[in-house]
């Protein structure tokens, strides 16, 4: 059974930095493209940023890009994302997901292309 669980969540003022963490479990980690979406209230979920089976490719948002780092631990079954500068506008539940496929070419960004997720942690930023 695929089990997804982010961590580090909370509330922070704006420009503050927040890491994300995301334990794995259930299936073979080191196989699958990695990604995290968020989720504002009223909004849909969108993509932020993706992440190779190898680690070795990494794919985000404009919105995030410069500002957030995505990277795993294939070790550890562990999925991060490292968030700086963060803005107002940063605020939203993020989930972590697994990709449906093993071992793409390219990491997607379609939110189709990833078919299990974990519960979500809130990140809210203040001005």
């Known amino acids: 059974q695929v089990l997804l669980v982010e961590s580090g969540g909370g509330l922070v003022q704006t420009g503050a930095s927040v890491r994300l963490s995301c334990a794995a479990s259930?299936?073979?980690?080191?196989?699958?493209?990695m990604a995290w979406f968020r989720q504002a209230p009223g909004k849909e979920r969108e993509f932020v940023a993706a992440?190779?089976?190898?680690?070795?490719?990494?794919k985000y948002a404009d919105s995030v890009k410069d500002r957030f780092t995505i990277s795993r631990d294939n070790a550890g079954n562990t999925l991060y994302l490292q968030m700086n500068s963060l803005k107002p506008e940063d605020t939203s539940v993020y989930y972590c997901?697994?990709?449906?496929?093993?071992?793409?070419?390219?990491?997607?960004?379609?939110?189709?292309?990833?078919?299990?997720w974990g519960q979500g942690t809130q990140v809210t930023v203040s001005p």
């Open positions: 997901a697994a990709d449906r496929h093993v071992h793409r070419i390219m990491p997607s960004t379609a939110i189709g292309d990833f078919n299990s």
């Open positions: 259930g299936f073979h980690f080191n196989m699958y493209d």
């Open positions: 992440i190779s089976w190898s680690g070795t490719q990494t």
